[in-house]
């Protein structure tokens, strides 16, 4: 069963009295690595939700809506108003076609705004906690296990306020020789490992858990295939924070990034012609499967969940196919007890995806596409892949300092590369531009990167 390949695919002063000592705090932050397979030994446990759920009720375990006062909230959220939001990109949502306009003749300029972009709830809640959570322990050590979110600045934000970025070693292992007793450790939007957590646990230090609540619901799912002795098929990328979390709360796992791979497998399970041998599944998937995995064993019986920044359709296809594997090799009549599938697929996601979807297929007058959001975010990475496969001109970037003023701009590729292309604004007449953001990306930040543009627009335009 062949599907289509390349499908498109999904980021300071405090408000509080006692946080104002903060201000000036030297910023001693280690870059943050991209993430391998995890590198740490979980405690052998019999199920990984009870244990999860037992180290989550510990009192020292601070997560949900509002662990902190009501006083730190609202100065946190007042704080975040002032530094996030955008009044230019709050006017184009109030105007009738999205729209907003600057400049005459060549040198005028309009952005077409997508009708869902930027900041989701699960981003804004997580930015929150942690903020909240330095305003709450000003006097404290404070650590976070990855970046919060895939955003430059806000990542940025939490260095200037002294919170310490983990440091891994050349082998990727993070040194959590670092965190002392009566520190505070942030768990990232993205979650984080249970091998990490039984370690924080174990330490007995105070843990800030941000986790995101679609993350955590695509726990509960796995948990559910391990009820039924099921082992999970993730749709993700193995070396990502939140599919090795997810992993990790598994009992049998392996990780696909795509409907190809995807495919793959369901050729293995039904022994076609040309499918991979033992051997060369579990040499491809080596950094992508269960400690222990057995092909033959283990994918006799599959559910399927997912990277929460995945592209919706892609995961649809992807249980489609695994269902319809699983009724070919056991008969339709065996399919609940050889196959389960969940609805995991974060909505905010979808709604951008759609969003630009809609974008490109709707407006031919359009001469690009902007898209704004760290270069690391996967969710952002798939907005750019929507244009793209559209034939669209489309440039993905990170900051406002990626838009050069010589009307170069510097971006990053649908291959993941850093490239940079000269003359990318027309100068000798109006454009029109489309826009869209990351759910990881401040409205702050995608003013800034127009405001750059209107400038080169205006300086340069005949």
């Known amino acids: 069963m062949r599907l289509r390949a390349t499908i498109p695919v999904l980021t300071c002063c405090l408000g509080a009295a006692s946080a104002l000592q903060l201000e000036g705090m030297r910023a001693t932050r280690a870059q943050p690595l991209r993430s391998a397979a995890p590198l740490m030994e979980a405690d052998a446990v019999l199920d990984q939700r009870a244990e999860r759920r037992r180290i989550m009720a510990e009192e020292r375990y601070k997560r949900g809506a509002a662990p902190f006062s009501k006083d730190v909230h609202a100065a946190v959220n007042e704080k ?50 942690a903020w909240a959570a330095r305003v709450a322990f000003p006097d404290n050590r404070m650590h976070i296990t990855n970046e919060l979110i895939h955003n430059p600045g806000v990542n940025e934000m939490l260095g200037s306020m002294d919170v310490q970025f983990i440091e891994k070693g050349e082998g990727g292992e993070k040194r959590f020789d670092a965190v002392r007793d009566g520190d505070v450790v942030i768990l990232p939007a993205f979650g984080a490992s249970l091998e990490e957590m039984q370690h ?40 990502h924070e939140e599919a090795i979390a997810t992993a990790s709360m598994c009992e049998n796992y392996i990780i696909v990034k795509n409907i190809d791979e995807a495919e ?11 499918a991979l041998s033992d051997e060369e599944l579990l040499h491809k998937y080596r950094h992508a499967v269960s400690k222990g995995f057995e092909p033959k064993k283990h994918l006799r019986r599959v559910g399927v969940a997912n990277q929460t ?8 296809a992807i249980g489609r196919l695994l269902e319809k594997t699983m ?101 000798d007449r109006p454009v029109r531009i489309g826009v869209t953001s990351g759910a990881s990306t401040p409205d702050s930040v995608v003013q800034e990167c127009l405001e750059r543009i209107i400038l080169i627009k205006s300086l340069q335009s005949a």
């Open 200 to 239: 924080f646990d174990k330490q007995g230090v105070t843990v800030v858990d941000t986790t995101c609540p679609w993350v955590s619901k695509v726990w509960n799912a796995v948990d559910k295939h391990k009820a039924k002795s099921l082992t999970s098929v993730i749709h993700g990328k193995w070396q």
């Open 80 to 129: 975040m108003s002032a530094r996030f939001k955008s009044e230019l990109l709050r006017e184009m949502k109030e105007s009738p076609m999205r729209e907003l306009s600057s400049g005459e003749g060549a040198g005028k300029v309009t952005f077409m705004l997508a009708k869902e972009y930027g900041f989701c709830w699960g981003v804004e809640r997580s930015i929150e906690l």
């Open 264 to 274: 793959e497998l369901a050729s293995y399970i039904l022994g076609e012609p040309g």
């Open 309 to 316: 920044t995945m592209y919706k359709k892609e995961t649809q």
């Open 327 to 427: 009724m070919a090799a056991h008969g339709p009549e065996n399919i609940q007890d050889n196959f389960a599938a969940f609805d995991t697929i974060c909505d905010a996601t979808q709604v951008r995806q759609d969003a630009i979807a809609e974008m490109t297929e709707g407006d031919a007058n359009l001469d690009l596409i902007l898209v704004v959001g760290g270069w690391d975010s996967s969710n952002t990475g798939h907005l750019l892949e929507i244009p793209v496969e559209g034939g669209r001109v489309a440039y993905h970037v990170n900051e406002a300092g990626c838009i050069k003023e010589d009307n170069s701009i510097v971006h990053r590729t649908v291959e993941g590369e850093v490239a940079s292309t000269a003359s990318f604004l027309p100068l």
